[in-house]
């Protein structure tokens, strides 16, 4: 993948994935950035465009990426203005030639409270969690959690 993704003439076309999901949705929006629909893993991703900054990757902090799509149907906007539970974002890359080989992931990100919107885009920070701060383990068994333990 790399070797195409840094080719300077290539015949292979590298292509970016977005996965959105939400509680509130139905089922989650697929797209892909490029000019035609795609089939990847029995997914139809649908042609659309969306600006997109990779994560980055530093050690002393999650992930963190910016995301700018369309705000086509306003349905990100309700979701955004009624739900105090972020979308998750997860963002493939692929190979034209292999649309069922996911080269690089990047899953799970979170959009962030620096989210804006107008009426022609939707504009987010995304980060991962930030599992470094969560408590191990994650429940503790105690007198005042499980009566029925002591």
């Known amino acids: 993948m790399l070797i195409a993704a840094y080719a300077q003439d290539t015949d292979e076309a590298v292509l970016l994935l977005l996965t959105i999901t939400h509680p509130e949705l139905p089922e989650p929006w697929r797209f892909v950035l490029n000019g035609e629909n795609i089939t990847s893993r029995g997914e139809v991703y649908y042609a659309s465009y969306f600006d997109l900054i990779l994560p980055d990757d530093s050690g002393d902090r999650p992930p963190q990426?910016?995301?700018t799509f369309p705000n086509v149907?306003?349905?990100m906007t309700e979701l955004?203005?009624?739900s105090i539970q972020p979308a998750t974002i997860t963002i493939e890359i692929i190979l034209a030639s292999a649309p069922d080989?996911?080269?690089l992931e990047f899953p799970s990100l979170q959009m962030q409270p620096g989210t804006k919107y107008n009426a022609k885009d939707v504009n987010s920070p995304l980060a991962g969690r930030r599992t470094a701060r969560e408590g191990f383990p994650k429940g503790i068994i105690s007198p005042s959690?499980?009566?029925?333990?002591f």
């Open 73 to 75: 149907n306003r349905l």
């Open 65 to 67: 990426a910016n995301l």
């Open 145 to 149: 959690y499980f009566q029925g333990a």
């Open 101 to 103: 080989v996911v080269e």
């Open 80 to 82: 955004l203005e009624a």
